[in-house]
């Protein structure tokens, strides 16, 4: 039990001591099975390992009808494999003290293991065992189906999820984006093994995957290690085209009796590849991205106390792109909060943001982007998230130069086309009586 602890403690350490600044960080392009990107940020300050890895595809794959497919398969892929139970797995990962989980997103599979060093051999087995031969076996099936079900039942009187759920079902009809990641109450009961093992097999494959690295491990090591884990999956992955789409304009008011009202907002946004991007990043930080001194703070909270908070986003997706933001206010100020939130939107739109505002938010922007390094877990994190927007392997060292370089007339512009008509989506979550917020929106759809 002692030496448990021990290994717990260091490994907890790990998961913080690496602290390379972003500047100084050296990412290496690794061998990998054909069709795997990795890419390896080697350290060896601890003598941790993590690893951050990504397939093409999450719900969006899920089978027509039948949303929560991916997210059942992301919570039952440790819970046995090979000839392992699920209480035999579970006992293999904490005797060692690996950390491994699975997520499934809008667009991708995700998956994530860190390891003391000595460690690595059986947490890549695991790994192996997970992706290659899950058993599915009756109780962590039934088990985990419960414990989805039971969310999915509370997730109808909480007001963020009932607010997320109504903006993606009715921005993106008929579209995958449009269902619940998690499924529906009949979906999920609905749910086969055959249908888990159909998507496992359809989605994990090389062609659609990459791989982040980071801490004490070699070039030669982590290749031969992720020749185990991903060598042996499918070349090509057997995907379903998903449709490129616009989120579509709306005002939803949801009737729940919360002590307060929930406001959701939104509209079209700037695509991660688009030339644009990176001056609409900075103007989103102006408006509404950065807590206590956006725009929206300022009016919201400071001079009117409508709100403990409210911020602003851009959301994308690989098939759609979005501004999006929210606040919480009482129900009888609701309707003063979302013609503030829409003031000022379309002033931003308008007008972009003073010289003084662009040059403190790309001083904040460049200041604060070393934090998003300051461990393991999060260099895995961010490293992953370069590749999957395909920013290039230099994206880190170039970064911060491409946000110096927005000058006022860049953003000015960029603002007019983010903002220029303002938020097409509203949401209200909260008593009846804030269904008054959008009064004069009669030209808009009602739900």
Known sequence: MATLFARLACALVGLVAVVPASQAMSIKQISAPEGVEAWLVEDYTVPMIAMDFAFEGGAAQDPAGKPGVAAMLSSLLDEGAGDMTSQAFQSALDGRSISLSFDAGRDSFYGDVKMLAEDKEEAFRLLALALQKPRFDKEPVERIRAQILDGIRRDVTDPQTAATLAICAHAFPDHPYGQPIDGTLD????????????????????????????????????????????????????????????????????????PQTLIRFGGPGIPRQDPDFMAAYVVNHVLGGGSFSSRLYKEVREKRGLAYSVSTALVNLDHADAFAGGTATRADRAPETIEIIKAEIARMGAEGPTEQELAQAKSYLIGSYALRFDSSSKIARQVLGIMQEGLGIDYVEKRNDMIAAVTIEDARRVANRLFGDGPNMVVTVGPEKTKTANAGQASAPKL
């Open 187 to 258: 979906s999920v009961a609905a749910i086969s093994n055959a249908d888990l093992d159909a998507y496992r097999k359809r989605v994990f494959a090389r062609d659609g995957l990459k791989v982040a690295l980071v801490g004490a491990i070699s070039p030669d090591e982590a290749s031969a290690l992720l020749a185990r884990a991903f060598g042996p999956l499918p070349a090509k992955a057997e995907l379903t085209p998903i449709a490129e789409t616009v989120p579509a304009a709306g005002v939803l008011a949801l009737d729940q009796p919360n």
